[in-house]
């Protein structure tokens, strides 16, 4: 259990730290990821273009992190608050002119060989957008 809990602080360490080396080096090469009210990719190069594509968009740091995990530590999950700043139109989303933001959000792993093997991601993208673009 706790080196679950580890595996996932030290994920979210290297995402606020922005380090994209340590970040990528944590997955399983066909990790599965569940995108927040989306679809499903697998495979480490797939993360790593969604998350190109997400620091092009979002400049984001997580704040007031639980992470939890079972007993045989082969599952885990985060809640946390994401403090965002908009920073280029993504698209299908209200046009961005950094705009900041804050939101609770949470994820759910699976943990595989001490490697994040699956992560779902959930928050309330409505709460998000009436943030970004309160005229929607």
Aim: no cysteine; charged share 25%.
């Amino acid at each position: 259990m706790q080196q679950a809990i580890e595996l996932i602080q030290k994920y979210y360490q290297a995402f606020n730290d922005g380090d994209m080396e340590t970040f990528l080096s944590l997955l399983t090469d066909d990790v599965v990821h569940d995108i927040n009210q989306g679809g499903r990719e697998q495979g480490k190069a797939a993360f790593a273009e969604f998350m190109k594509k997400m620091n092009h968009h979002y400049k984001e740091q997580l704040v007031d992190m639980v992470v939890m995990a079972n007993a045989d530590g082969s599952r885990g999950a985060a809640e946390f608050v994401v403090l965002g700043e908009y920073l280029n139109t993504d698209e299908g989303l209200p046009e961005a002119n950094g705009q900041t933001y804050r939101l609770p959000a949470g994820a759910f792993f699976e943990i595989r060989d001490g490697k994040v093997a699956r992560i779902t991601n959930y928050y309330n993208l409505g709460d998000w957008i009436a943030q970004v673009d309160p005229q929607a």
